[in-house]
Antibody, heavy 121, light 113 residues
Framework: EVQLLESGGGLVQPGGSLRLSCAAS????????MNWVRQAPGKGLEWVSG????????DYADSVRGRFTISRDNSKDTLYLEMNSLRADDTAVYYCAKVNNGVYYSYVDLWGPGTLVTVST | DIVLTQSPDSLAVSLGERATINCKSSHTLLYRSNNKNHLAWYRQKPGQPPELLFY???TRESGVPDRFTGSGSGTDFTLTISSLQAEDAAVYYCQQHYGSPPTFGQGTKVEIK
């Protein structure tokens, strides 16, 4: 079955760090770009970061640039998001998202169920 | 960044009636090299992740019912639900896949009247 499954979310204090993982299955992971997209409570969708199939190209939203790092391990079919210097406005459900081809800003044809990150004291 | 503005923000439609959602882009989404409009539509039901409905503005994703239609070109696009069903109560988002960063509209909430 083609699926994505995120893990690593939770409660963290402002200024803290968290690492999200996304395990992919059912497709050739290395052939597709991947994204992280987040959704704050009651709000819309916000693209966070994207990475090409082989990992050579990455990009970030201005709101997270310099604090978040996207990476992937194609030998483990896993996508990561390292989040540092977390702020209250980073609180959101984080979705792992598979793009339909190798270009990270293309459309998403598969979403994970999401993992909730809460930044609070 | 390309800004997508959806209208209306919300609408209430009776079962079996038509629902129309608009998405206006601040930049053309028509890519001259392939003559395609780089716009996607998603539906997000409560408590679930989004699901893809259309890409290239009007290409229906496999499994999407034909009561859904995507149309438009350039900077103006429309998602139409011809006969609203109970399971269509959701928030609908457009997304441009023309350039980086990929951006989403603010969403349109469709409720059953």
């Amino acid at each position: 079955e083609v699926q994505l499954l995120e893990s690593g979310g939770g409660l963290v204090q402002p200024g803290g760090s968290l690492r999200l993982s996304c395990a992919a299955s059912g497709f050739t992971f290395s052939s597709y770009a991947m994204n992280w997209v987040r959704q704050a409570p009651g709000k819309g969708l916000e693209w966070v970061s994207g990475i090409s199939g082989r990992g050579g190209t990455t990009d970030y939203a201005d709101s997270v640039r310099g604090r978040f790092t996207i990476s992937r391990d194609n030998s483990k079919d896993t996508l990561y998001l390292e989040m540092n210097s977390l702020r209250a406005d980073d609180t959101a459900v984080y979705y792992c998202a598979k793009v339909n081809n190798g270009v990270y800003y293309s459309y998403v044809d598969l979403w994970g169920p999401g993992t909730l990150v809460t930044v609070s004291t | 960044d390309i800004v997508l503005t959806q209208s209306p923000d919300s609408l209430a439609v009776s079962l079996g009636e038509r629902a129309t959602i608009n998405c206006k882009s601040s930049h053309t989404l028509l890519y001259r090299s392939n003559n395609k409009n780089h716009l996607a539509w998603y539906r997000q039901k409560p408590g679930q992740p989004p699901e893809l409905l259309f890409y290239w503005a009007s290409t229906r994703e496999s499994g999407v019912p034909d009561r859904f239609t995507g149309s438009g070109s350039g900077t103006d696009f429309t998602l139409t639900i011809s006969s609203l069903q109970a399971e269509d109560a959701a928030v609908y988002y457009c997304q441009q896949h023309y350039g980086s960063p990929p951006t989403f509209g603010q969403g349109t909430k469709v409720e059953i009247k």
